[in-house]
């Protein structure tokens, strides 16, 4: 065998990290008393989320340019910290309120060609990713962020190790790929050391004989790549591993629970106490180490739910014991099942989750594909029994103290980095402009991609991780601009961030019907109501009534206003129809909205 490969499996290590605690009750301990960590956070409910990619942003230091290639999609780029701290001014123009960074984690370098920038493939869950700068660089852009009023949310990573070790299923202490088959039938099958399909009895090895029981794996050590067994070191012990294998049947439990993801991520055995213990306490250090205000968390639904009930207390008794009340934690469940995303928010699960059911049945279903807006309506409704209507403890609160639900909390978005942008799918920028009002205004935490704003238009990855740099960082361009206002219209108008809502008119409808591509709603607060309509249809004007409706003329759109007040639409645009509005008998208002546009009524003062 090579002297640089350990074949960890018959040399287990002993774990660093003793369980000190019985599970569900980990308690983290700080690394230093030096660090000054505090809360930034006053409501979630007033933040707007923008997502970077680091690599992709600015590069600010070419000191840690190395094997960097910008024509390569698949390679570093560049972008760093200090790029981050270079530019935001230009993300504190947009009216953007918090940071999401990609992961800032040590990674494997590369695989097959391909480069870890964009983080997820973590090889030392403790230590930074020298491509972006060391810990005091991160430290200074969240403090500078800080004093500019901006949160920091770091991107984390629990289901997965990188491409560290290989299955050595034919014993030969090297990775393998072999086919097999017979003279006596016509399939061959191909078997990767690195990412043999998935097998429940965990990965077995063979040889010409048959069978020869559990495959060691053996870990790999390329320092050239940074492809050498993962740190904290307890994280080298073989038990923590399912190794069952890459998952091919995203149906089956518990291949898309224990299987390895596709591409050689190692599943790290979640169910362990011993794990749990360890990613708790490697997570619980960058808060401290960074004053990071929330934690995006990637691939959800591949842990299972005691995981989350365990992980997330710990953080937020952690945080809360350093000084760090309003700790937020979301969880990526890349799923169009609203109920199995929703049902991570139960039991002191996370505080709230990236809402992929929206994404795919309004942002695609509604706006993007010009469906009916009823589907707005009936997944709003299905909030009430598919998420969490009781606060965590230690978890979110309001200004007064309250804890926040997972039904307050959903984060609405548009595109990411898995996905095509919108505007790949539908160029037209006016539908961009259109669902842009609608997630700047609607009930949730609404989070802005970057690129969005310079109109990006790339497709699956890596082509929708464009560079920003490219952009020339234009705060001129309309898109920019549009965003800018409605930022500052949610920032000075707080039902637009705080309220209740209520939906007023919703639409089967979708063609030349006087109300087709209507939505119309109100946010409460505190005494204050605000009234947003819009219009997601591409053809024609569309009011805010339906006279053929239930046989009665006049059907009108009913609000909570009374008959006599005037209601002043304070979105500019360019269309001047209904800026002002007197409201009608019983409360009545009909309401024309231009196509794709939109209007925000409040009472005249």
Known sequence: MDRKQWIIALTPVVTALAVFVALGCVDLSPVTDDWDIGTHVTDWRDEIIYQVLVDRFHNGDPNNDYNVNPYAPTAYHGGDWQGLIDKLDYI???????????????????????????????????????????????????????????????????????????????????????????????QLTRVSEWDPDFDPRGVQGSTSLGESGPAPIVWVYEPSINRVPPQPAEFQNPDWYNRKGRVWDWNDRDQVLTGDFPGGLKDIKTTNPAVREALSRAFAYWIGAADFDGFRIDTLKHVEHGFWETFCPAIRRYSVKHGKRNFFMFGEAFDGDDALIGGYTFNNGVDSVFYFSHKFTVIDGVFKNNGPTKAIEDLFNARQTNYSSVPNPNGPIDENGDGLSAQQLLVNFIDNHDIPRFLYENPNLASLHNVLFYLLTVDGIPCLYYGTEQQFDGGNDPFNREDLWTSGYDTGNETFQFIRHLTKLRKKLDPLRRGDMTIRWSTERTGDEDDAGIFAFERSYQGDTVLVVLNTNDEHESVTSAAWMDGQDGNDMQTSFDEGDVLVNVFEDQDQTDDTIVVGAGGKVKITVQPRGGKIYIRER
């Open 92 to 186: 504190e123009a947009l009216g953007v309120t918090a940071l999401w960074i990609s992961p800032a984690f040590k990674n494997v370098e590369e695989d097959a060609g391909v480069s870890s920038y964009h983080g997820y493939w973590p090889q030392d869950f403790t230590a930074p990713n020298p491509h972006f700068g060391d810990i005091a660089k991160l430290r200074e852009l969240v403090d500078a962020c800080h004093d500019r009023g901006i949160k920091v949310i770091l991107d984390i990573i629990t289901n997965h190790i990188g491409q560290l070790f290989y299955y050595d299923i034919n014993g030969n202490g090297q990775p393998d790929e072999s086919i097999y088959g017979s003279g006596t039938s016509s």
